[in-house]
Nanobody, 115 residues
Framework: QVQLVESGGGLVLAGGSLRLSCAAS????????MGWYRQAPGKQRELVAT???????NYADSVKGRFTISGDNAKNTVFLQMNSLKSEDTAVYYC?????????WGKGTLVTVSS
């Protein structure tokens, strides 16, 4: 089993920044990829950004140029740096890990962007 714990969410003004962290219970080297997804009220969960074991990143069009995903292997942690936040970024953000043993999810952290 893999545990993922997100942190760093909160209330921020539009145009501000937040950095989310996802701490994994096992080495992130083990995972094929890790990612961040989000779910806004009344909407389906959507992909925000992913990073694979080779360090290749992928972003949703809506966050390109504003968000950056990165990993710290020594800390078994993946980060999501979010800049120039907009009200439409308000959502619960979930961390995801894709491994040979399955897909794992954290419980999420709430990001609220106030305009």
């Amino acid at each position: 089993q893999v545990q993922l714990v997100e942190s760093g969410g909160g209330l921020v003004l539009a145009g501000g920044s937040l950095r989310l962290s996802c701490a994994a219970s096992k080495s992130i080297f083990r995972f094929n990829a890790m990612g961040w997804y989000r779910q806004a009220p009344g909407k389906q969960r959507e992909l925000v950004a992913t990073i694979n074991s080779g360090g290749i990143t992928n972003y949703a069009d809506s966050v390109k140029g504003r968000f950056t995903i990165s990993g710290d292997n020594a800390k078994n942690t993946v980060f999501l740096q979010m800049n120039s936040l907009k009200s439409e970024d308000t959502a619960v953000y979930y961390c995801n890990a894709n491994s040979v043993t399955g897909l794992y999810w954290g419980k999420g952290t709430l990001v609220t962007v106030s305009s």
